[in-house]
């Protein structure tokens, strides 16, 4: 197999595209989608500001702050972190911790690690063994979404960069979709705008396939962990991954017209929501939209974070 620019041996056929291509003209593929995105998503008008990027240590997260810092670590004026949210779950965060420790260590980077242990007094595996009939993610998700917005909020980040690459991506605009849940689609990153209280997460492989992401990793010595949640088999995204995966495989480019979908309704969802205040959890003070956050509304008067 050729490569379709140059004729060299191909070392990835991209068939969304009918393109064959070389290591070189692979990279330089993927390295061109992300600089668009970033300058899509990110605004530094004077060169000066600050980025943040969640690293849990596997492919999509390390690769995001790799791309951060080839793509502003030269600006003198951008000031660039990154943190992890450990959970708490035995056998699986540490060695996530130890390679983002490691590529942090190597692009010298300042990081810091979070944990659900000091936030909310609870691990995962705790929660999964007291609630065992719920979903893992459903109580997962909440929290380390409040430590990553928290996090971001401490360094004083304009931005907060997440590995979610096309596939992840295309999955949760289907996931929001079947269930009627147009307030959450609007709500998905990037985002645009900033909300008092809010980071504005900003999602630099949304247009980058997990294969294409696994594919640069190893064609540049990206070193990640490689370790899986344990408790990821019991999530409902697994369905909607199977499901992406069938149409993208009798339809070629479907992840990407998924996401061209959203990117043209957003603008309208997002007005539907404009009016939407957040104010302050009464429990624990952090950004919300209603009384309670959906933290200390799941985790109950055992939280008290004030």
């Known amino acids: 197999m050729e490569c379709s620019i140059c004729g060299r041996d191909a070392v990835y056929e991209q068939k969304y595209s009918g393109s064959s291509l070389c290591s070189a003209h692979f990279s330089e593929s993927v390295e061109k989608r992300v600089k668009k995105e970033l300058r899509r998503q990110i605004s530094f008008p004077d060169r000066k500001g600050s980025i943040a990027v969640a690293i849990s240590g596997g492919k999509d997260s ?27 779950i035995m056998g699986y965060r540490e060695s996530g911790l130890q390679s983002a420790r490691k590529l942090c260590e190597s692009l010298g980077i300042p990081h810091s690690t979070v944990s659900f242990i000091d936030a909310f007094r609870t691990t995962m595996d705790r929660e999964v063994a007291e609630h065992p009939s719920e979903i893992p993610c459903s109580r997962c998700g909440p929290m380390r979404r409040n430590l990553i917005n928290w996090s971001s909020v401490s360094v004083d980040a304009d931005y907060v960069a997440l590995g979610i690459n096309l596939d992840d991506y295309a999955q949760s605009v289907l996931m929001n979709v079947v269930k009627g849940d147009a307030g959450r689609m609007g709500r998905m990153a990037p985002h645009s705008d900033a909300r008092e209280g809010m980071v504005r997460r900003v999602l630099p ?53 998924m996401v061209n979908f959203l990117d043209h309704v957003k603008p309208y969802l997002e007005k539907s929501s404009a009016s939407e205040i957040l104010g302050e959890c009464r429990h624990c003070g952090r950004p919300t939209s209603g009384d309670v956050c959906s933290v200390c509304r799941m985790m109950g008067p055992r939280l008290n974070t004030r």
């Open 62 to 88: 390390s690769l995001t702050l790799h791309m951060i810092h080839r793509f502003y670590s030269k600006w003198k004026g951008i000031r660039i972190s990154a943190f992890t949210v450990d959970e708490g």
């Open 205 to 257: 492989l949304r247009m980058i396939p997990e294969k294409e992401v696994l594919l640069y990793c190893i064609l540049h010595g990206i070193e990640h962990d490689q370790s899986w949640c344990p408790y990821s088999e019991r999530a409902q995204r697994n369905y909607f991954r199977n499901l992406v995966n069938d149409l993208e495989e009798h339809f070629p480019g479907s992840r990407f017209a």
